[in-house]
Every structure is written in C-alpha cells, then in structure tokens.
C-alpha cells in the first residue's frame, strides 16, 4: 500500500509540474456561407462559420424565454473580416450577427422569425474541404418546420370527464394473434393515442391503466379484476362516459370485422355505440358487424353510458397486422374521437 501511495503522490506531482498546455489553437473566422439543402426529405437552411485552425470549443444555447433565437458560441476565437450583420433572404431566419463577446469569445447569433424547437435545429463542425474549397468550420442546421397536421378541432370534447379502460394487460394478455400480438397490448397503444386526442382537445382523461399491468393487482380474478376497472368510471361521480377498448378474437382465423357493444337499458350507451361504431366503419374500413347489445361487466355495471369496442380479429392474420400497424392505430384512435366527439354534440 504505501508504495502505492508514493506512487501516487508522484504521478500527482509530476502532473502539477508540467507546463499547462494549450489544447485549442486559435481561430480567425474567414468564412461564411449560407445554403438551403435537402437532406432526408427535409429542407434545411446550413449556416456554415469557417475559421483558421481546428478543433473548435463551442457551445449552443437558446434561451427559454427567447427561443427565436439561437447563439453558437466559439471560444478562442476572434471574428476577422466577416460581416457582422448578415441579412438572409431564407423566410426562417432574418439575420445573423457575429459580435465579439468577450476576450477572443465570438458568437455567431442568429435571429429567427419564429420559436425554435429542440428538434429543428443541429450544431456541428466539419472538417476542412479541400475540393469544395472550405475551411474547418461550425455547421448550424435549421430544420424547415414539418406541415402541423390538419386535425379538426373538437370544441364538444373540451371538459368532459371520459374514463378509457385499455382491455387485459398485465397476467391476462387477452388474445393472442397468429403472429403473436397481444390484445392488451393492441388496446393500450390505441388508447393512449386516444388519451393525447382527447387531452389536446381539453377532455379529462382517466385510464383503468397505463402501463402492461392488471388494474385490481397481479393475477387478480376476472371479476376483481373488471369490478376494479370499472370502479374506476363510478367513483368519479363526474364521469360522463366509459369507454372499453378490446380486439375480437375467434378459433377460426377467418372471422373478421369490428363491433361495437352497449348494455341493452341504456339509451345514451346505445348512442355512444353507434356513433363510435361508424367512425369506426369509416376511418378502419373493415366490415362492420354492428352495434349490439351485451351484458359485459364493464358495460353493464358502469353508472354512467358506457361503449366496449372490438377494433377487429386479433385472430385474423390481415386484421392482426392492421392492428399492430401504428398508421393504423392512429386511424382508429382518431376515429374514436370523432365518435365521442359527436356523442357529446349530436
Ligand atoms: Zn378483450
């Protein structure tokens, strides 16, 4: 041990004694360029900053509160002959300007017309390019925003209390289809997707679960299992509707289609049924086999109207790779929005 400590004692002071050495050369900028690319199908507008030396020490930062703007800072580095104000014709961002921030601190800022979003930006260097004639540099990527999806707002949905039970999970996977996908599964990607729909449109979501788990506890019976599912609608007193979601299954890999289900005394489940159920037939596509009536649990014993839907055959190898399709599943999500979005305005 001590010669260990002696060791290290040694190695430490041989450390303290050498010369500090200078790991960054220093930069002059002397190039700037600006380009719009294509790149993965996305437009993008390149700021490329070139400078004499290599290995730059940079750092990025947009600032929360202003996040149309976006400031590379270069240490080491001074500005040279570039332009300090730069114009830009390019309709994402309006200048750029090279300012001296600091002793041999240069920061190259550029202002955008609009918020910048983690994703839409990317800093880099790149090493120098001797054909196309350009030196070691810093790279600033600006991402042309992607189109926001045309989607209808939902004004009948905004407060409204739904409580959505994603079908098995946890010890009880549901059915299984031929290429192994899991119903509880299937129920729980289409319903979260659900939720977010419901959620951006100002309803108050609740889910039976949220996570591969059973509700009442692992290995719970079936009747816990869906009573504690269903207690869920029941001890919110301000629950307006109860939506289960299922995939069908059957011993024969032929059977197809999807149906919708209400308990029989229930005048406004009915309602919620059918609407569901054509939105259902239109966004999906597949046959419809109906709006019927049963007495499952969840439907039965739930106070406030409530719908079960069988989205299709899990046990159909075509229907089982729709529903494991995220397109797909999207659709349908969409669709049972729409549904609940009739209910409460029709
Ligand atoms: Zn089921």
């Known amino acids: 041990m001590r010669v260990r400590a002696f060791f290290c004692f040694l190695l430490t002071a041989l450390f303290l004694l050498l010369p500090k050495l200078e790991v960054h050369a220093s930069h002059t900028l002397n190039y700037f360029n600006m380009s719009s690319v294509e790149e993965d199908g996305e437009e993008i507008f390149r700021i490329e900053v070139?400078?004499?030396?290599k290995n730059l020490d940079y750092e990025t930062v947009v600032k929360p509160y202003l996040k149309s703007r976006l400031v590379v800072k270069m240490k080491d580095t001074e500005p040279g002959k570039l332009d300090r104000n730069i114009s830009s014709k390019n309709p994402m961002v309006s200048k750029i300007k090279v300012q001296e921030v600091g002793d041999r601190l240069t920061q190259v800022a550029v202002e955008l017309n609009e918020d910048l979003t983690e994703d839409r930006y990317r800093v880099y260097t790149k090493e120098r390019d001797k054909k196309a004639k350009k030196?070691?540099?810093?790279?600033?990527?600006?991402?042309?925003?992607?189109?926001?999806?045309?989607?209808?707002?939902?004004?009948?949905?905004?407060?409204?209390?739904i409580v959505i039970d994603p079908g098995h999970g946890g010890s009880d996977s549901g059915a299984v289809g031929p290429s192994g996908a899991r119903e509880c599964d299937v129920t729980l990607a289409v319903s979260k997707k659900l939720q977010e729909i419901l959620t951006a449109?100002?309803?108050?979501?609740?889910?039976t679960r949220e996570t591969d788990k059973d509700v009442y506890g692992w290995k719970s019976t079936a009747g816990q299992e869906l009573r504690a599912r269903v207690n869920i609608g029941n001890f919110a007193p301000e629950t307006d509707i109860?939506?289960?979601?299922?995939?069908?299954?059957?011993?024969?890999?032929a059977s197809h289609g999807m149906e919708t289900y209400y308990y029989a005394s229930s005048a406004k489940g009915r309602k919620l049924a059918t609407v569901i159920n054509e939105e259902l037939a239109e966004a999906g596509g597949l046959y419809n086999r109906g709006v019927k009536t049963a007495n499952f649990f969840v439907i039965k014993h739930s106070k406030m109207p409530a719908t079960l839907l069988e989205l299709a055959f899990i046990t159909n190898p075509k229907?089982?790779?729709?529903?494991?399709d995220e397109d797909y599943q999207n659709k349908l999500a969409a669709a049972i929005a729409k549904?609940?979005?009739r209910y409460f305005t029709e």
């Open 339 to 341: 549904g609940i979005e």
């Open 201 to 207: 449109n100002g309803a108050r979501v609740r889910m």
């Open 50 to 53: 070139g400078m004499s030396g």
């Open 242 to 253: 109860f939506v289960s979601v299922h995939c069908n299954a059957f011993t024969n890999p």
């Open 319 to 324: 229907e089982e790779a729709l529903l494991t």
């Open 135 to 161: 030196p070691y540099r810093v790279i600033i990527d600006i991402k042309k925003p992607k189109p926001k999806k045309e989607e209808a707002a939902m004004p009948g949905i905004k407060g409204r209390a």
